[in-house]
């Protein structure tokens, strides 16, 4: 297969159509058999549950070519998974997972051409999601949807190496207690939008969002979950139930017990406690892990031990690790690569 022209190393992060997505409907309580499609328009009547009344959820996952050649995604079951939870909370009805990784499998053969070479940093970035399509003017679910998953080829997260970011303890919330935080659905985002525009203005990388019922622990960013390292050398991730839980971060802590020895334990992090912390990551999909160099409280400046200059060294072992499983370097652990072609 003819790779696209495409200066891969030089990509960045936006969308570029490409020949192929995978389209099902959802009508009179069933999903038909689903299809590929070379239209990337969606034409939905203009009073449709997703634009009146927001119901749509999403994934987010990549395909990218292994060191020994083959297409491969990582641990698209969880993405199924998690797109079903998702949809649950919204009352739309399920994409079963197993039809999901079916139709991330065929769009992705379908878009070969566009899948970057190994060692580019570049990936094939697949985009599922669903939502209400037919007209929803009283408050309640639609009855008909739509299930896509689109593919745009995105550049390497870091270019010239990870720079670690610089965070703020945000004053808005991003979740509610007992509401949708723990989903990956479109509403989150529009909702952090306001709060991310005006980090961005005062200088900040990202906003470090606290629970919503005491503002007292860490809960996650708008887009990644964070994932420290103490001083005594053990892995922490934040627990809380309006997290969203992510694939990585979960990922990574099994690589660091399993691979790398460490201790590691998901509990609640108070805010009090990150002046005890020698290294802070955010985990997702889009970057496996950035570094997180400072912490800003207000008033309060929390630098942590691994510097403004380079990862932690936990933290780059961890990403180290994680990012040679995923590329085939390093034995995975079985079920977590899906092969494609
Ligand atoms: C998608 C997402 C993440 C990261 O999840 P991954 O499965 O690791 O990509 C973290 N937090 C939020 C709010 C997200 O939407």
């Not at 998953?149 to 550049?155: D, L, N, Q």
């Not at 989903?183 to 989150?188: F, P, S």
């Amino acid at each position: 297969m003819e790779k696209k022209n495409i200066d891969w190393s030089n990509l960045g992060f936006g969308y570029i159509q490409t020949e192929k997505r995978y389209i099902s409907n959802y009508k009179d309580g069933a999903w038909d058999e689903g299809t590929l499609s070379g239209d990337a328009t969606v034409v939905i009547n203009e009073c449709a549950g997703v634009l009146q009344y927001a119901q749509t959820v999403f994934e987010g996952l990549k395909a990218y070519t292994t060191d020994d050649g083959h297409i491969v995604t990582f641990r698209p079951d969880l993405n199924g998974e998690r797109l079903e939870a998702s949809a649950r909370r919204l009352e739309m009805p399920v994409f079963p997972k197993e039809r999901f990784v079916q139709a991330v499998t065929e769009v992705v053969k379908a878009n070969e051409a566009y899948v970057p070479p190994y060692g580019s940093g570049a990936t094939l970035y697949i985009r599922p999601y669903m939502f209400g399509s037919n007209p929803v003017i009283g408050v309640k679910p639609a009855s008909e949807y739509q299930f896509r998953i689109f593919c745009t080829p995105v550049g390497p997260y870091f270019k010239g190496g990870a720079k670690p970011l610089t965070i703020r303890v945000s004053d808005f919330d991003r979740a509610a207690p007992r509401g949708t935080g723990n989903i990956k659905a479109g509403l989150n985002y529009a909702m952090s939008l306001h709060a991310i525009v005006s980090a961005h203005e005062e200088g900040y990388d990202e906003n470090m969002y606290l629970d919503p019922a005491t503002r007292s622990k860490v809960e996650e960013t708008g887009g990644a979950n964070f994932l420290f390292v103490t001083k005594d050398g053990k892995v922490v991730t934040p627990k809380s139930d309006s997290i969203l839980p992510s694939i990585t971060r979960r990922s990574l802590v099994y690589v660091a017990k399993e691979y790398l020895g460490l201790e590691a334990e998901e509990r609640e992090v108070d805010l009090s406690e990150l002046e005890d912390m020698a290294e802070c990551g955010l985990c997702g999909t889009a970057a496996v892990i950035s570094p997180v160099g400072k912490i800003v409280d207000h008033g309060r400046e929390i630098c942590l031990p691994s510097g403004m200059a380079d990862m932690g060294p936990v933290t780059k072992k961890l990403y180290d690790t994680l990012t040679g499983i995923q590329m085939g370097r390093i034995q995975a652990p079985a079920g977590w690569i899906h092969v494609i072609r």
